[in-house]
């Protein structure tokens, strides 16, 4: 690790700690990642976005400390300082993942969902959020099916239809699909979810555990974050699913209920990067017609 004046400078004025080294993190594609070496020996990671929308790391910071009130649920990196272009967490060594690793996440998993929300939206003390860089609204709705459909689906599925990502008859097809979703999904009450939870936002530490980071954190369906998990695919996926399903056992149809909870991360990759995110939503609502 070198040490990068600027970025240093910066951190320290946030913790009122010396950065002694500094090392970029890849794989975010919005904010900066850095790796911070202290000088009474800890490393933390800063996350930098110049310009970022107002409330950006607020949110994140938001659902980073919502999610971490669950003693017994997936842990989350702490956070250690924020502002309005960058958030500092603690950071998470890495390690390999193991079956018995996965079953271990699929049980505080359940935990985590378990602790519940003040209902379907909101969380914590930051109403609104963001999808990536998209935004994201929160308001608290009477059932999941209102959430679901008004503000996470189609104002996703009109955005990627404005950028041309669907034609006229597949946006037709999602549409016929949420507007029978109170009669698809189960009703539960609210879970807390990360809502964000793709391979990506799930780190392996050296500690034996998952660690969770980069939350759209919401009180929604259980069944979304579990969605999310095999939507990009996860090491041990089976061992995750089945420890949640004997911690906390799903409605039964569950598994066939996950295209519609994948709706909406298909339409924001849609939104994000248009190709054939569109059309595999379409195809997917089509399963449900």
Same mark, same amino acid.
């Given at each position: ?16 700690? =010396? ?42 910071? !938001?659902?980073? $400390? #919502? ?12 956070? %250690? =300082?924020?502002?309005?272009?960058? +958030? ?16 271990? /996440?699929? @049980?505080?998993?359940? =935990? ?14 930051? !109403? ?15 059932? #999941?099916?209102? +959430?679901? =459909?008004?503000? $996470?689906? /189609?104002?996703? /599925? @009109? ?33 807390? /979810?990360?809502?964000? +939870? ?5 780190? #392996? ?28 695919? %996860? ?18 149809? #569950? ?11 298909? %339409? ?18 089509? @399963?449900?017609?």
């Amino acid at each position: 690790m070198t040490r990068q004046p600027a970025v240093a400078r910066r951190a320290e004025a946030l913790l009122r700690a =010396a950065v002694v080294a500094t090392a970029p993190v890849a794989g975010g594609d919005i904010a900066t990642a850095t790796k911070l070496r202290h000088s009474d020996g800890t490393t933390t990671l800063m996350k930098t976005l110049t310009g970022a929308p107002a409330g950006f790391f607020a949110a994140e910071a !938001a659902g980073l $400390r #919502w999610l971490a009130e669950v003693d017994d649920g997936v842990p989350v990196p702490p956070v %250690l =300082a924020v502002d309005d272009e960058c +958030l500092v967490i603690a950071w998470v060594d890495p390690g390999k993942q193991t079956a018995d690793e996965a079953a271990d /996440l699929g @049980r505080r998993l359940a =935990a985590t969902h378990a602790a519940g929300a003040d209902g379907f939206g909101r969380s914590g003390p930051v !109403a609104d959020g963001f999808i990536g860089r998209l935004p994201m609204a929160n308001p608290v709705c009477d059932t #999941w099916a209102e +959430l679901y =459909a008004e503000h $996470r689906v /189609l104002p996703y /599925l @009109r955005r990627a239809a404005d950028r041309a990502a669907l034609t006229a008859d597949e946006v037709a097809s999602i549409e016929a699909v949420v507007a029978r979703l109170a009669d698809l999904v189960p009703v539960e009450p609210p879970a807390r /979810l990360h809502g964000d +939870l793709w391979t990506g936002n799930v780190l #392996w530490g050296q500690d034996g555990r998952a660690w969770l980071v980069d939350p759209a954190a919401h009180g929604g369906h259980r069944e979304t974050d579990l969605a999310m998990l095999a939507l990009f695919g %996860l090491p041990n996926l089976p061992r995750v699913l089945d420890a949640y399903d004997e911690t906390a056992p799903l409605v039964e149809g #569950w598994r066939d209920r996950t295209g519609l909870h994948q709706l909406f991360p298909l %339409l924001v990759h849609a939104c994000l990067f248009g190709g054939g995110y569109g059309a595999r939503a379409a195809a997917v609502a089509a @399963r449900y017609s």
